[in-house]
């Protein structure tokens, strides 16, 4: 069973939703899977991240991207410049770079072995949840860290 995003924000002036309280900016992080459905336009998937992807560039939200993202990207063949391409669709003000500190990881070397997920799952679940931002993800692993991180599917947000 994948886990479910409900919001339950009041209504407030100076949202950027109307789901949530004034001046509340969500900060988004995105799993390099939904970058992949939007890019390569994987069906119905490819159509939620982009739904989803819009939808944050309309208000003016941010998302996040680690160089995890980077490396798993570059891993299945992308280079550099097509991983620019495809980042750039969110505007300059709409896209932050977050680091793995050291501590950061060897949590999620921890978490990885404790409960036999992907490395690369645990590392984004942290840096999801030390930057306040809504993780975004359809990998089943998330389950195993729902004390980590709250996980979104993409059709949940938008």
Same mark, same amino acid.
């Given at each position: ?6 919001? &339950? !924000? ?6 950027? @939703?109307?789901h949530?309280?004034? !001046? !509340? ?14 890019h390569?336009?994987? /069906? ?5 991240a ?15 991207? @680690? ?11 992308? &280079? ?31 978490? &990885? @072995? ?5 490395? /690369? ?20 692993? !998330? ?16």
């Amino acid at each position: 069973m994948l886990i479910l995003c409900h919001t &339950s !924000f009041s209504e407030g002036r100076g949202s950027t @939703s109307p789901h949530l309280p004034p !001046f !509340f900016i969500m900060i988004y992080y995105l799993d390099t899977s939904i970058w992949l459905d939007f890019h390569e336009k994987r /069906g119905q998937n490819g159509e939620c991240a982009r739904k989803l992807i819009l939808t944050i560039i309309e208000q003016g939200t941010i998302i996040l991207y @680690s160089d995890l993202h980077v490396r798993e990207l570059k891993q299945l063949g992308y &280079s550099s410049d097509e991983i620019a391409l495809l980042f750039k669709i969110v505007r300059p003000n709409g896209l932050r770079h977050v680091h793995l500190y050291r501590t950061q990881n060897e949590e999620a070397r921890a978490l &990885s @072995s404790k409960r036999k997920i992907p490395l /690369g799952d645990a590392i984004h679940a942290v840096l999801a949840r030390d930057n306040n931002a809504v993780l975004v993800s359809r990998d089943h692993d !998330f389950e195993k860290l729902k004390d980590i991180t709250k996980t979104c599917v993409p059709e949940e947000l938008y």
